[in-house]
């Protein structure tokens, strides 16, 4: 089916305008009205439809760990927890408050913000376009036990490294800055503090995209 001349358009779950991209609407309808999985399979559906729409969503993955820990199991029941369905209810209301995510620009300032909590860890991949900042696309995902038990600063660089490799087709070539709250992390690259090889792994893989890392107030991450 070819589409010429048109000014939006729906393609693949999403719908496409000169503005940018957003999920489509009467997929967003259909899972806000979703009643709460009864069994594993309609509950790895749910996070399937879900995590289709990941870059739409900040902050996504930790608010699903509850129903990734039911959706892991063997056979077909699931304990349907208070926790379970307040992560439902919270997924789907972060889906229905997804934003647009605007095209990227060739020539736009470009920047990675990234943070990183107990839990997980997460970043927003924005440009410059016009007088303001816009979202291009988000990342986040879970820590593993043993990764909760990182201290402050290897969680920021693990946020920067897996959010540089999560949207390495858009940065590779690309000038960008990397924002972080951990104004440790802002000279990391230039200090001569010895590294275990876990940090060095991440910082060469950083260095290899950007060395531009500057320190942003937290209210503003």
Not at 127 to 139: D, E, M, T
Request: charged share 20%.
């Amino acid at each position: 089916k070819y589409i010429f001349g048109a000014d939006e358009l729906d393609f693949l779950g999403h719908h496409v305008s000169a503005d940018g991209i957003t999920p489509l609407a009467e997929r967003v309808v259909a899972l806000r009205d979703s009643r709460a999985p009864q069994n594993r399979s309609s509950l790895q559906r749910f996070l399937g439809m879900i995590n289709y729409y990941h870059h739409f969503l900040p902050g996504i993955a930790p608010i699903l760990a509850p129903l990734h820990a039911q959706a892991s199991g063997k056979g077909q029941n699931i304990e349907w927890t208070k926790e379970c369905q307040e992560a439902f209810d919270s997924a789907k209301d972060v889906l229905s408050k997804a934003v647009l995510l605007h095209h990227p620009q060739p020539d736009a300032p470009t920047s990675l913000t990234v943070d990183a909590s107990n839990t997980a860890v997460g970043a927003q991949l924005g440009q410059r376009q016009g007088r303001s900042w816009v979202p291009l696309a988000f990342f986040s995902r879970k820590l593993s036990d043993s990764e909760k038990k990182y201290s402050a600063f290897d969680r920021e660089l693990l946020a920067s490294y897996s959010a540089i490799k999560d949207f390495r087709h858009f940065l590779e070539g690309r000038l960008f800055t990397l924002y972080t709250d951990h104004k440790p992390l802002t000279f990391a690259l230039t200090s001569q503090t010895d590294r275990s090889s876990r940090q060095t792994r991440h910082l060469s893989f950083i260095a290899e995209f950007t060395t531009d890392i500057q320190h942003i107030k937290g209210k503003f991450n």
